[in-house]
């Protein structure tokens, strides 16, 4: 069965760093892309970007870019969302999803389960 | 960027009857389009891709159509079970966008 098992949830301050991870099983990890897409409280999904583990090539979307940093490590098939600095706004729940064919166009299925982040003083 | 619009913004129908969602694209996204059911606490689920094929599971109550910048997904009779979002997404080049929703709650 392909499985994506994510991190749990998380409370962090403004400021802190973060890294939540987003581990791939019952499939071949370097074959195909995996996304993140984010989830504010009570509001639509934001697609945020996509990397290839098979040689790390990652998409973002300009309104993250610069913002979050997409990385894997495909020696334990583990995809990883992290923040340097978190701010108030960061705060939603973040699903990762693999591409349902093994090409960089491609739509999502699975996904994870999810993973809230709280950030609050 | 390539905009998804998604109407209407809430569908209120009951079990039983027909609901029809539009999406509509700002440029041609070809057949790369995607649905998505999502509902309260869970992560969404794909319902359809290549813009009119079901994805594993899907029951055929649940069809889609369109290509190009205009786009429908039907539900041929409301099941309880059916009430939820429903997004559709874009998986072109990237960003790969998705639209804001549709609602579809019981009337």
């Known amino acids: 069965e392909v499985q994506l098992v994510q991190s749990g949830a998380e409370v962090k301050k403004p400021g802190e760093s973060l890294k939540i991870s987003c581990k791939g099983s019952g499939y071949s990890f370097t074959n195909y892309w995996i996304g993140w897409v984010r989830q504010m409280p009570g509001k639509g999904l934001e697609w945020m970007g996509i990397?290839?583990?098979?040689?790390?090539?990652?998409r973002y979307s300009p309104s993250f870019q610069g913002q979050v940093t997409i990385s894997a490590d495909k020696s334990i098939s583990t995809a990883y969302l992290q923040w340097s600095s978190l701010k108030a706004s960061d705060t939603a729940m973040y699903y990762c999803a693999r591409h349902v064919v093994s090409s960089r166009f491609g739509a999502f299925d699975p996904w994870g389960q999810g993973t809230l982040v709280t950030v609050s003083s | 960027e390539i905009v998804l619009t998604q109407s209407p913004g809430t569908l209120s129908l009951s079990p039983g009857e027909r609901a029809t969602l539009s999406c509509r694209a700002s440029q041609s996204v070809s057949s790369y389009l995607a649905w998505y059911q999502q509902k309260p606490g869970q992560a969404p689920r794909l319902l359809i891709y290549g813009a009119s094929s079901r994805a594993t599971g899907i029951p055929d109550r649940f069809s889609a159509s369109g290509s190009g910048t205009d786009f429908t997904l039907t539900i041929s009779r409301l099941e309880p079970e059916d009430f939820a979002v429903y997004y559709c997404q874009r998986y072109g080049t990237s960003p790969q966008t998705f639209g804001q929703g549709t609602k579809v709650e019981i009337k």
């Open positions: 990397i290839y583990p098979g040689d790390s090539d990652t």
